[in-house]
Protein backbone atom coordinates (compact mmCIF):
# COMPACT_ATOMS: atom_id res chain seq x y z
CA UNK A 1 0.00 0.00 0.00
CA UNK A 2 1.14 3.46 -0.67
CA UNK A 3 1.78 6.05 2.30
CA UNK A 4 -1.29 7.97 2.79
CA UNK A 5 -0.94 11.30 0.64
CA UNK A 6 -2.11 14.97 0.91
CA UNK A 7 -4.30 14.20 -2.45
CA UNK A 8 -7.29 12.09 -2.60
CA UNK A 9 -7.11 10.92 -6.43
CA UNK A 10 -6.26 12.35 -10.01
CA UNK A 11 -9.02 14.21 -10.41
CA UNK A 12 -7.32 17.28 -8.23
CA UNK A 13 -5.28 17.81 -11.43
CA UNK A 14 -7.30 20.45 -13.29
CA UNK A 15 -7.44 22.50 -10.05
CA UNK A 16 -3.60 22.21 -9.54
CA UNK A 17 -2.75 25.20 -12.62
CA UNK A 18 -5.47 27.53 -10.66
CA UNK A 19 -3.00 26.84 -7.10
CA UNK A 20 0.52 26.26 -8.09
CA UNK A 21 2.20 30.12 -8.68
CA UNK A 22 4.76 31.08 -10.97
CA UNK A 23 6.46 32.65 -7.81
CA UNK A 24 6.79 31.74 -4.50
CA UNK A 25 4.72 32.96 -1.54
CA UNK A 26 6.55 35.47 0.70
CA UNK A 27 7.22 32.95 3.78
CA UNK A 28 10.54 33.08 5.00
CA UNK A 29 11.74 29.58 5.75
CA UNK A 30 13.97 29.32 9.28
CA UNK A 31 17.37 28.51 9.67
CA UNK A 32 17.94 25.00 11.23
CA UNK A 33 19.75 24.16 13.76
CA UNK A 34 22.50 21.71 13.63
CA UNK A 35 21.80 18.02 15.03
CA UNK A 36 24.98 16.52 16.09
CA UNK A 37 23.31 13.11 16.10
CA UNK A 38 22.81 13.60 12.56
CA UNK A 39 25.80 14.83 11.49
CA UNK A 40 27.22 12.06 12.77
CA UNK A 41 25.30 9.66 10.51
CA UNK A 42 27.27 11.27 7.10
CA UNK A 43 30.23 9.70 5.02
CA UNK A 44 33.38 10.41 6.55
CA UNK A 45 34.49 12.25 3.45
CA UNK A 46 31.36 14.57 3.34
CA UNK A 47 32.29 15.26 7.57
CA UNK A 48 35.73 16.18 6.36
CA UNK A 49 35.08 18.35 3.98
CA UNK A 50 31.47 20.02 5.82
CA UNK A 51 29.23 20.17 2.47
CA UNK A 52 27.38 18.08 0.03
CA UNK A 53 28.07 18.53 -3.55
CA UNK A 54 24.89 18.29 -5.70
CA UNK A 55 24.02 18.11 -9.84
CA UNK A 56 20.56 19.46 -10.76
CA UNK A 57 18.79 20.94 -14.15
CA UNK A 58 17.84 24.57 -12.47
CA UNK A 59 15.43 24.88 -15.55
CA UNK A 60 11.73 25.51 -13.91
CA UNK A 61 9.75 26.32 -10.75
CA UNK A 62 8.95 25.16 -8.57
CA UNK A 63 11.53 22.55 -8.79
CA UNK A 64 14.67 24.54 -8.85
CA UNK A 65 15.40 27.24 -11.39
CA UNK A 66 18.21 30.50 -11.36
CA UNK A 67 16.91 33.69 -9.77
CA UNK A 68 16.42 37.02 -11.70
CA UNK A 69 20.19 37.84 -10.87
CA UNK A 70 21.17 33.86 -12.08
CA UNK A 71 23.06 34.16 -9.30
CA UNK A 72 21.10 31.46 -6.68
CA UNK A 73 19.56 28.03 -7.41
CA UNK A 74 15.71 28.91 -6.32
CA UNK A 75 12.93 26.53 -5.68
CA UNK A 76 10.75 23.86 -3.67
CA UNK A 77 13.60 21.20 -3.91
CA UNK A 78 16.45 23.80 -3.27
CA UNK A 79 14.58 25.14 -0.33
CA UNK A 80 14.05 21.47 1.10
CA UNK A 81 17.91 20.18 0.46
CA UNK A 82 19.21 23.43 2.33
CA UNK A 83 17.20 22.81 5.60
CA UNK A 84 18.16 19.17 5.57
CA UNK A 85 21.50 20.09 5.26
CA UNK A 86 21.59 23.04 7.85
CA UNK A 87 20.41 20.35 10.13
CA UNK A 88 22.86 17.71 9.41
CA UNK A 89 25.28 20.82 10.05
CA UNK A 90 27.52 21.15 6.02
CA UNK A 91 27.05 23.26 3.60
CA UNK A 92 25.70 22.09 -0.17
CA UNK A 93 26.95 23.02 -3.12
CA UNK A 94 24.76 23.26 -5.77
CA UNK A 95 25.89 22.70 -9.62
CA UNK A 96 22.99 23.27 -12.58
CA UNK A 97 23.98 21.47 -16.05
CA UNK A 98 21.41 19.95 -18.65
CA UNK A 99 19.16 16.90 -17.65
CA UNK A 100 20.82 14.52 -20.03
CA UNK A 101 24.48 15.02 -17.55
CA UNK A 102 22.44 14.96 -14.13
CA UNK A 103 22.69 11.13 -13.70
CA UNK A 104 25.98 10.40 -15.09
CA UNK A 105 27.29 13.28 -13.27
CA UNK A 106 26.02 11.15 -9.97
CA UNK A 107 26.97 8.17 -11.33
CA UNK A 108 30.33 9.13 -12.18
CA UNK A 109 30.76 10.21 -8.73
CA UNK A 110 31.81 13.84 -9.44
CA UNK A 111 28.96 14.80 -7.19
CA UNK A 112 27.75 13.38 -4.28
CA UNK A 113 23.87 13.42 -4.72
CA UNK A 114 21.25 14.53 -7.69
CA UNK A 115 18.25 16.28 -7.55
CA UNK A 116 15.84 17.84 -10.47
CA UNK A 117 12.46 16.77 -9.50
CA UNK A 118 14.09 13.29 -10.42
CA UNK A 119 11.00 10.46 -10.40
CA UNK A 120 12.17 7.01 -8.74
CA UNK A 121 11.55 4.26 -10.71
CA UNK A 122 12.61 0.51 -10.53
CA UNK A 123 14.87 0.77 -13.26
CA UNK A 124 17.07 3.91 -11.75
CA UNK A 125 17.25 2.04 -8.47
CA UNK A 126 19.20 -0.76 -9.70
CA UNK A 127 21.85 1.89 -9.41
CA UNK A 128 20.51 5.01 -7.18
CA UNK A 129 18.85 4.97 -3.83
CA UNK A 130 15.83 7.55 -4.03
CA UNK A 131 14.99 9.30 -0.74
CA UNK A 132 11.60 10.61 -1.95
CA UNK A 133 9.23 13.49 0.44
CA UNK A 134 7.21 14.43 -2.30
CA UNK A 135 4.84 13.15 -5.26
CA UNK A 136 4.80 13.81 -8.99
CA UNK A 137 1.88 14.27 -11.53
CA UNK A 138 2.30 14.85 -14.94
CA UNK A 139 -0.33 16.51 -17.32
CA UNK A 140 -0.91 16.95 -20.88
CA UNK A 141 -0.27 20.30 -22.61
CA UNK A 142 -1.18 21.99 -25.76
CA UNK A 143 -1.86 25.41 -27.78
CA UNK A 144 -5.20 27.14 -26.22
CA UNK A 145 -5.96 27.21 -29.69
CA UNK A 146 -6.07 23.51 -30.30
CA UNK A 147 -9.46 22.38 -28.83
CA UNK A 148 -8.98 18.82 -30.14
CA UNK A 149 -6.95 17.39 -26.94
CA UNK A 150 -9.89 16.45 -24.40
CA UNK A 151 -9.47 14.46 -21.45
CA UNK A 152 -10.41 11.07 -23.14
CA UNK A 153 -7.20 9.75 -23.46
CA UNK A 154 -8.14 8.22 -27.25
CA UNK A 155 -8.17 11.90 -28.60
CA UNK A 156 -4.22 11.56 -28.65
CA UNK A 157 -4.07 8.98 -30.86
CA UNK A 158 -1.92 9.34 -34.04
CA UNK A 159 -1.06 12.67 -32.90
CA UNK A 160 2.91 14.23 -32.79
CA UNK A 161 4.59 14.65 -29.61
CA UNK A 162 8.39 14.72 -27.88
CA UNK A 163 9.83 14.28 -24.91
CA UNK A 164 13.20 14.74 -23.22
CA UNK A 165 15.44 12.09 -23.89
CA UNK A 166 16.22 10.23 -20.80
CA UNK A 167 13.05 11.21 -18.63
CA UNK A 168 10.00 9.12 -18.02
CA UNK A 169 7.41 10.82 -20.02
CA UNK A 170 9.11 8.54 -22.50
CA UNK A 171 7.81 5.22 -21.15
CA UNK A 172 4.72 7.10 -19.92
CA UNK A 173 3.79 7.89 -23.90
CA UNK A 174 5.15 4.63 -25.51
CA UNK A 175 3.85 2.02 -22.72
CA UNK A 176 0.64 3.72 -21.28
CA UNK A 177 -0.69 6.43 -24.01
CA UNK A 178 0.00 4.59 -27.02
CA UNK A 179 -0.69 1.32 -26.14
CA UNK A 180 -4.13 2.79 -24.47
CA UNK A 181 -4.63 3.56 -28.42
CA UNK A 182 -3.50 0.40 -30.07
CA UNK A 183 -6.00 -1.68 -27.30
CA UNK A 184 -8.78 0.25 -28.70
CA UNK A 185 -7.62 -0.04 -32.48
CA UNK A 186 -6.01 3.70 -32.83
CA UNK A 187 -2.50 4.96 -34.23
CA UNK A 188 0.06 5.39 -31.53
CA UNK A 189 1.04 8.71 -30.84
CA UNK A 190 4.42 9.85 -32.82
CA UNK A 191 6.88 10.32 -30.42
CA UNK A 192 10.01 12.14 -31.17
CA UNK A 193 13.25 12.62 -28.69
CA UNK A 194 14.44 15.81 -28.03
CA UNK A 195 17.83 17.15 -26.07
CA UNK A 196 15.85 19.97 -23.34
CA UNK A 197 12.74 20.47 -22.18
CA UNK A 198 12.78 23.81 -23.59
CA UNK A 199 13.66 22.25 -27.20
CA UNK A 200 9.95 20.09 -26.33
CA UNK A 201 8.47 23.85 -25.58
CA UNK A 202 9.49 24.99 -29.13
CA UNK A 203 8.16 22.34 -30.88
CA UNK A 204 4.69 23.31 -29.74
CA UNK A 205 4.67 26.75 -29.90
CA UNK A 206 5.83 26.24 -33.37
CA UNK A 207 3.53 23.55 -34.29
CA UNK A 208 6.03 20.60 -35.03
CA UNK A 209 4.20 18.64 -32.27
CA UNK A 210 0.55 18.07 -30.69
CA UNK A 211 0.97 18.08 -27.61
CA UNK A 212 3.92 17.76 -24.61
CA UNK A 213 3.63 16.57 -21.01
CA UNK A 214 4.81 18.08 -18.14
CA UNK A 215 4.54 18.68 -14.40
CA UNK A 216 1.63 19.47 -13.68
CA UNK A 217 3.59 21.43 -10.44
CA UNK A 218 5.13 23.72 -13.03
CA UNK A 219 1.87 24.70 -14.72
CA UNK A 220 1.68 28.34 -14.02
CA UNK A 221 5.30 29.27 -14.38
CA UNK A 222 5.01 26.80 -18.25
CA UNK A 223 2.10 29.59 -18.57
CA UNK A 224 3.74 32.96 -17.74
CA UNK A 225 6.91 32.09 -20.14
CA UNK A 226 5.01 30.28 -23.23
CA UNK A 227 4.70 32.56 -26.08
CA UNK A 228 1.35 31.40 -27.01
CA UNK A 229 -1.40 30.64 -24.83
CA UNK A 230 -1.27 26.93 -23.81
CA UNK A 231 -3.92 24.92 -21.64
CA UNK A 232 -3.39 21.60 -19.43
CA UNK A 233 -5.31 18.49 -19.88
CA UNK A 234 -5.56 15.99 -17.54
CA UNK A 235 -5.28 12.21 -18.26
CA UNK A 236 -6.20 9.01 -16.27
CA UNK A 237 -3.26 7.46 -17.24
CA UNK A 238 -0.15 9.82 -16.32
CA UNK A 239 0.69 8.02 -12.86
CA UNK A 240 1.57 9.31 -9.96
CA UNK A 241 4.98 8.79 -9.18
CA UNK A 242 7.20 9.37 -6.19
CA UNK A 243 9.92 12.11 -6.51
CA UNK A 244 13.19 12.55 -4.40
CA UNK A 245 16.85 13.10 -4.16
CA UNK A 246 18.75 10.67 -5.43
CA UNK A 247 22.95 9.15 -4.15
CA UNK A 248 24.70 6.53 -5.45
CA UNK A 249 23.71 2.64 -4.57
CA UNK A 250 26.48 1.95 -2.49
CA UNK A 251 26.04 5.40 -0.81
CA UNK A 252 23.95 3.95 2.26
CA UNK A 253 25.81 6.19 4.77
CA UNK A 254 24.54 9.41 2.79
CA UNK A 255 21.13 8.31 1.87
CA UNK A 256 20.48 7.07 5.84
CA UNK A 257 21.76 10.49 6.67
CA UNK A 258 19.75 12.23 3.85
CA UNK A 259 16.58 10.74 5.26
CA UNK A 260 17.21 11.59 8.55
CA UNK A 261 17.24 15.29 8.00
CA UNK A 262 13.71 14.89 5.93
CA UNK A 263 12.39 13.46 9.32
CA UNK A 264 13.62 15.87 11.17
CA UNK A 265 12.16 19.02 9.08
CA UNK A 266 8.63 16.93 8.51
CA UNK A 267 8.48 16.94 12.41
CA UNK A 268 9.70 20.62 13.33
CA UNK A 269 7.57 22.04 10.70
CA UNK A 270 9.59 23.00 7.95
CA UNK A 271 8.82 20.73 5.32
CA UNK A 272 5.20 21.80 5.67
CA UNK A 273 6.35 25.51 5.65
CA UNK A 274 8.10 25.20 2.69
CA UNK A 275 5.40 23.67 0.70
CA UNK A 276 3.27 25.79 1.71
CA UNK A 277 5.68 28.48 0.20
CA UNK A 278 5.73 26.84 -2.96
CA UNK A 279 1.97 26.02 -2.40
CA UNK A 280 2.77 22.47 -3.37
CA UNK A 281 0.50 21.04 -0.59
CA UNK A 282 -1.12 18.87 -3.06
CA UNK A 283 1.71 16.67 -3.71
CA UNK A 284 3.27 16.24 -0.60
CA UNK A 285 3.74 12.94 1.33
CA UNK A 286 3.29 11.99 4.66
CA UNK A 287 6.70 10.86 5.55
CA UNK A 288 10.20 10.59 3.70
CA UNK A 289 10.90 6.93 2.34
CA UNK A 290 13.99 5.03 0.54
CA UNK A 291 13.21 3.91 -2.91
CA UNK A 292 9.76 3.62 -2.03
CA UNK A 293 8.95 3.38 -6.28
CA UNK A 294 8.96 -0.36 -5.22
CA UNK A 295 8.89 -0.70 -1.05
CA UNK A 296 5.01 1.15 -1.66
CA UNK A 297 4.46 1.19 -5.52
CA UNK A 298 1.09 3.34 -5.98
CA UNK A 299 -1.81 1.99 -7.70
CA UNK A 300 -1.91 3.75 -10.89
CA UNK A 301 -4.91 3.13 -13.35
CA UNK A 302 -3.42 0.55 -16.46
CA UNK A 303 -4.16 1.31 -20.13
Same mark, same amino acid.
Not at 235 to 254: I, M
Not at 283 to 299: H, S, V, W, Y
Given at each position: ????? $???? @? ?20 ? !?? =? ?12 ? =? ?10 ? =????? =?????? !?????? /? ?8 ? $?????? /? ?12 ? !? ?18 ? +? ?7 ? *? ?10 ? +? @?? /? ?5 ? *? ?8 ? &?????? #?NLLSVHCEKNGKPRIELSELPSRAAVLLALYAGRIDFALSDTAAAADLKAKA ?7 ? #?????? &??? *? ?22 ? #? *? ?6 ? $? ?12 ? #????? !?????? $??
Amino acid at each position: MPLPL $KILS @VLVLPLLAAIVPAAAADIAIPV !QD =ADPALHALLPDAVR =ASGRITLVTDAH =ALPCE =AFDDAR !QTIVGF /EPDVIRAVTQ $KLGVGV /EMTSTDFPGVIPGL !QSARYDMAMSCLTDRPDREE +SMTFIDYWM *GVAAIYTLESDT +S @VT /EDPLTLC *GLRTAAQSGI &SYIDMI #NNLLSVHCEKNGKPRIELSELPSRAAVLLALYAGRIDFALSDTAAAADLKAKAPKPVRMVA #NRFLPR &SYT *GFAVRKDDTALAAALQAGLKAIYE #N *GTYDLIAK $KWQLEPLKLEAPGI #NLATA !QPFDNP $KP
